[in-house]
C-alpha cells in the first residue's frame, strides 16, 4: 500500500478503537490526530486524500499520534519516502499519473469526497453500493462551501442498452458454468439499475442535487474524478472495474493540463454530452 492508504488505514483504525473501547473517555477523531500531530486538521485531510505528500517528519508525527508500533511506523515512513519520490518522478515523465492501485482505492476517493470544492464526477457501468457514500457526501455539505458551486455528475450504462447486454457477457459468459447468454446478459443491466436507485435515494438522504445521465455507449474506461484528482480504472474481461488496477492521475500540474488528465477529461465531457437522457 501506498502512503496515503496506510495512513488512512491507521486513522480509521484508531478512530474505530476509540468508538468501541467503553472505557476511553478521550474521543479520538481526525481533528484530535492532527492536534497530536502538530496539524492542521485540514492538512490532515490533504494527505488522507493524497492531495499532499508528507515529509517523513511528518509521517514521523503522525505516526506517534496515532501510537503506532515500530514495524508500523517504519511502514509509514518508507511509504511517506515513495510517495514524494514516485510523485516527483510523475510530475516529470509520466503525464500526470502519479501511482498505480491494485484495487479502486474507496477510502482514498471518499476523502476526496469530503474534500471536494468544484466537480466529483463519475464515469461507470454501474457503481457498488452508491450509499457507501452517504457519510462523505454528508461531511462535504458540513465544510464552508457553495454546494450551488460545486457540479456532481455520475454517468452510467445504460441498462437498456447493447453495450450493457455485452458487457454482461464480457464479464461472466466465459468465466462461470451458466451458458444461457439470456440469463447472463441481463446481469449487468439488473445492477445498473439498482445502482441509480442507490444514487438517486443517496441525493434525497443527503440533499445534495445529483445529475444523473445514462450512457448508450461502452465508456474506455471508469472514471471517479474529484477535482484535479482521477482515478481511472479498465473493463477487463473476467472482472469488474473496481477490482481491477487503477490509475491515479493529476488533470494538470501547476496550472497546465496533463496529457493523461486531458484524455480523461475529454472523454467524460464528449459522453455526458452524447447522452442527454435523464434517469
Not at 488522507?48 to 508500523?72: D, M, V
Not at 476517493?109 to 463519475?122: D, G, L, S, V
Not at 458487457?167 to 445492477?191: C, F, G, M, Q, Y
Request: proline share 2%.
Amino acid at each position: 500500500m501506498n502512503f496515503t492508504e496506510l495512513l488512512n488505514e491507521f486513522v480509521n483504525r484508531a478512530i474505530q478503537s476509540s468508538d468501541t473501547d467503553a472505557h476511553n473517555k478521550k474521543t479520538i477523531n481526525k481533528k484530535t490526530i492532527a492536534e497530536k500531530a502538530g496539524l492542521t486538521e485540514s492538512a490532515l485531510s490533504q494527505h488522507l486524500s493524497g492531495r499532499k505528500n508528507a515529509t517523513e517528519q511528518t509521517a514521523a508525527a503522525l505516526a506517534r499520534a496515532l501510537k503506532l508500533g515500530a514495524s508500523e511506523k517504519d511502514m509509514l515512513l518508507i511509504a511517506a519516502r515513495e510517495s514524494a519520490e514516485q510523485s516527483k518522478q510523475a510530475k516529470k515523465t509520466l503525464d500526470g499519473i502519479i501511482a498505480v492501485h491494485a484495487g479502486f482505492p474507496d477510502l482514498v476517493f471518499k476523502e476526496c469526497i469530503c474534500n471536494a470544492t468544484e466537480r466529483i464526477w463519475i464515469l461507470e457501468t454501474w457503481v457498488v453500493n452508491p450509499l457507501r457514500y452517504h457519510d462523505a457526501f454528508i461531511e462535504l455539505t458540513k465544510n464552508k462551501i457553495s454546494m450551488s458551486d460545486l457540479s456532481i455528475r455520475i454517468l452510467c450504462l445504460d441498462p437498456d442498452s447493447e453495450a450493457a447486454r455485452q458487457r454482461s457477457r464480457d464479464l461472466w459468459l466465459h468465466h462461470t458454468n451458466v451458458k444461457d447468454e439470456n440469463k447472463i446478459a441481463d446481469v449487468v443491466p439488473r445492477r445498473i439499475r439498482a445502482s441509480i436507485e442507490e444514487f438517486n435515494d443517496l441525493s434525497e438522504l443527503a440533499g445534495i442535487e445529483m445529475d444523473i445521465r445514462l450512457n448508450k455507449y461502452q465508456p474506455p474506461f471508469s472514471a471517479h474524478i474529484c477535482d484535479n484528482r482521477a482515478f481511472v480504472g479498465f473493463f477487463v474481461h473476467g472482472a469488474q472495474s473496481d477490482t481491477a488496477s487503477h490509475l491515479e492521475v493529476l488533470l494538470d500540474i501547476k496550472g497546465k493540463t496533463t496529457e493523461f488528465g486531458s484524455m480523461v477529461l475529454d472523454e467524460f465531457k464528449f459522453l455526458w454530452d452524447l447522452n442527454l437522457m435523464q434517469s
